[in-house]
């Protein structure tokens, strides 16, 4: 492990803790009100029907037909190893919610949102936000590394990957599904996740892990 891996961990791993003990001190914060009520505010065109759209590959039985898909695309295109790592991606997701459940957070109620859809499920992390930086990344990783996909599907899952990965968290707290430290936590969550999964991944594809992050810096 080199200094720039432990950078990268160590301050993933403060961010997890300092954001725990935030939440758990603070169930309902200024900050994050704040931040809410901010992005409600935003009025252009139908942004509620984009928001829910970009929103709609969390949701538990789209997020794991789409994990389905993927894995089912791999296989036609004989990248077993891929298909098996993304199945793998259900881990983090299960890892996730049982962090809602230690965690216990409540989510943002119509007495200090804009509350679009009620969840059973309590906030923190944003499960959202852990999925698609997991899943998401994943794809993205796998069509930036493995050239032997066609072009035309590594630019589409690619470009279509960030389109996702980036506008989620604005989409959870646009929504009032969750406070801005809910998807702060989502993306340290799933970073961490990610890291672990491209680690494996990338040992035996001839790109070293340390190479690959290296490049993208």
């Known amino acids: 492990m080199n200094k720039r891996q432990v950078t990268f961990y160590a301050l993933v791993t403060v961010s997890i803790i300092g954001l725990t003990f935030f939440v758990l001190m603070n169930p309902v914060s200024n900050f994050d009100i704040s931040v809410t009520h901010e992005i409600q505010e935003i009025r252009i065109g139908h942004l509620t029907t984009v928001m829910e759209f970009i929103s709609l590959f969390g949701d538990p039985a789209i997020a794991f ?20 790592f993304t199945i793998a991606v259900i ?17 943002p109620t ?8 009620k969840f059973a499920q309590t906030a923190f992390p944003s499960g959202h936000v852990v999925h698609y930086v997991v899943f998401f990344g994943f794809l993205l990783t796998v069509m930036i590394v493995n050239k032997k996909i066609p072009s035309f599907w590594r630019l589409f899952i690619g470009i279509s990957s960030i389109f996702l990965i980036l506008p989620v968290p604005i989409s959870r707290i646009y929504l009032g599904a969750h406070w801005a430290t809910d998807v702060l936590g989502g ?3 799933g970073f961490i996740y990610l890291e672990i999964v491209l680690r494996f991944y990338l040992r035996r594809i001839g790109t070293k892990h340390s190479d690959f992050f290296a490049n993208k810096t």
Not at 110 to 117: D, G, H, Q, S, Y
């Open 65 to 84: 037909f789409s994990i389905i898909i993927a894995s089912l695309f791999f296989f036609r295109y004989h990248h077993k190893r891929e298909a098996y």
């Open 91 to 107: 881990l983090p997701d299960l890892l996730n919610i049982l962090t809602k459940i230690l965690i216990h957070r409540p989510r």
């Open 187 to 189: 993306y340290a969550f």
């Open 110 to 117: 119509l007495e200090n949102a804009k509350v679009v859809f």
